[in-house]
């Protein structure tokens, strides 16, 4: 099985990439014709949502740095 890798991008969107399917709340697919990746909305400016379309330039500050969650309890 293909990984499917998420990058948050900082002060920009989250890039998806491999195999994946989106769905909308009532599980219906977004058509994605065929695409294996694509930038997901994070500012919540986009007309595309939940597609980025780059309005967040000059709008969205977050630094992407990752660290480690807390274990499970």
Do not use: Q, W
């Not at 400016?45 to 597609?51: A, E, G, H, Y």
């Not at 500050?61 to 309890?73: N, R, S, T, Y």
């Amino acid at each position: 099985m293909t990984k499917t890798k998420l990058t948050i991008n900082e002060n920009g969107s989250l890039r998806v990439e491999g195999e994946f399917e989106i769905v909308d709340k009532n599980g219906t697919p977004y058509g994605l014709d065929g695409r294996t990746v694509v930038s997901i909305c994070r500012c919540g400016l986009s007309s595309k949502k939940p597609f980025c379309d780059g309005s967040h330039k000059g709008h969205f500050e977050h630094e992407a740095i990752a660290f480690d969650l807390p274990p499970k309890k």
